[in-house]
């Protein structure tokens, strides 16, 4: 699957939050890429500081990031449904981390 095709996975998956999630959303970019160079299995890595997190001393802070991994992601799926369903788990999952959700909640609620 090319890049542009994966991008618009991601992309899909975005439009599956509520307007009031994505517009509640602050300081933060979703980029796209290969793979981590220091986890190489890794499918997504939020960085940044959660918007649980801030306080009022909040300001001139670099956008968090958002980091889906295609290669990794690829690679566990068979076909481009699977690979749809993974794509979202992995999108929602780190952006549960922008608002602060930790992982033993999202595993047990379904997000990965």
Same mark, same amino acid.
């Given at each position: 699957? *090319?890049?542009?095709?994966?991008?618009?996975?991601?992309?899909? @998956?975005?439009? /599956? /939050? %509520?307007?009031? /999630? &994505?517009? @509640?959303? *602050?300081? $933060? !970019?979703?980029? $796209?890429? +290969?793979? +981590? %160079? +220091?986890? %190489? #299995? /890794?499918?997504?890595?939020? =960085?940044?500081v959660s918007l =649980?997190?801030? &306080? #009022?001393?909040?300001?001139?802070?670099?956008?968090? =990031?958002?980091?889906?991994?295609?290669?990794?992601?690829? @690679?566990?799926?068979? &076909?481009?449904?699977?690979?749809?369903?993974? !794509? @979202?788990? =992995?999108?929602?999952?780190?952006?549960?981390?922008?608002?602060?959700?930790?992982?033993?909640?999202?595993?047990? #609620?379904?997000?990965?």
């Amino acid at each position: 699957m *090319s890049k542009r095709r994966f991008e618009e996975l991601v992309g899909d @998956a975005l439009d /599956l /939050l %509520p307007s009031e /999630l &994505t517009d @509640a959303m *602050s300081n $933060v !970019v979703i980029l $796209v890429n +290969d793979r +981590d %160079p +220091d986890n %190489p #299995n /890794l499918l997504g890595l939020y =960085t940044g500081v959660s918007l =649980t997190r801030r &306080t #009022n001393e909040y300001s001139g802070y670099l956008p968090d =990031t958002i980091q889906i991994f295609r290669e990794p992601l690829m @690679a566990m799926c068979s &076909t481009e449904e699977q690979l749809r369903r993974e !794509v @979202a788990v =992995t999108v929602l999952h780190e952006v549960g981390h922008h608002f602060g959700i930790d992982d033993q909640w999202l595993h047990d #609620n379904g997000w990965g």
